[in-house]
Nanobody, 126 residues
Framework: QVQLVETGGGLVQAGDSLRLSCAAS????????MGWFRQAPGKEREFVAA???????SYADSVKGRFTISRDNPKNMVYLQMNNLKPEDTAAYYC????????????????????WGQGTQVTVSS
């Protein structure tokens, strides 16, 4: 029932910025944790950022200080502002909705999410 659609990816140079958007539909969006993950070819899906319903955020160390996650609950939108992009940021970026709380999830692992978008490609050239 939940659908997530990511947009905003593209080809940029190192040091540039991009803003990814995730449009969500379905039940319980407002109260669910939303996250961004990324996956490069041959690598594991990697946690990037997460945001709780009340706006509390968490970030991977690799993006802390450069990326900002935000959400607009009335608009059912989640965003990822990416600044000072580096070649190692190159990956497919996925928006995900977290599982319902109550089971001790940290929401920094892909298994803690139950719905995923199709992804948007971010490529950073050097």
């Amino acid at each position: 029932q939940v659908q997530l659609v990511e947009t905003g990816g593209g080809l940029v140079q190192a040091g540039d910025s991009l803003r990814l958007s995730c449009a969500a539909s379905g039940p319980t969006f407002t109260r669910n944790v939303m996250g961004w993950f990324r996956q490069a070819p041959g690598k594991e899906r990697e946690f990037v950022a997460a945001i709780r319903w009340n706006g509390v955020t968490s970030y991977a160390d690799s993006v802390k200080g450069r990326f900002t996650i935000s959400r607009d609950n009335p608009k059912n939108m989640v965003y990822l502002q990416m600044n000072n992009l580096k070649p190692e940021d190159t990956a497919a970026y996925y928006c995900a909705r977290g599982r319902n709380s109550g089971l001790g999830y940290t929401y920094e692992n892909a298994n803690d999410y139950s719905f995923w978008g199709q992804g948007t490609q971010v490529t950073v050239s050097s």
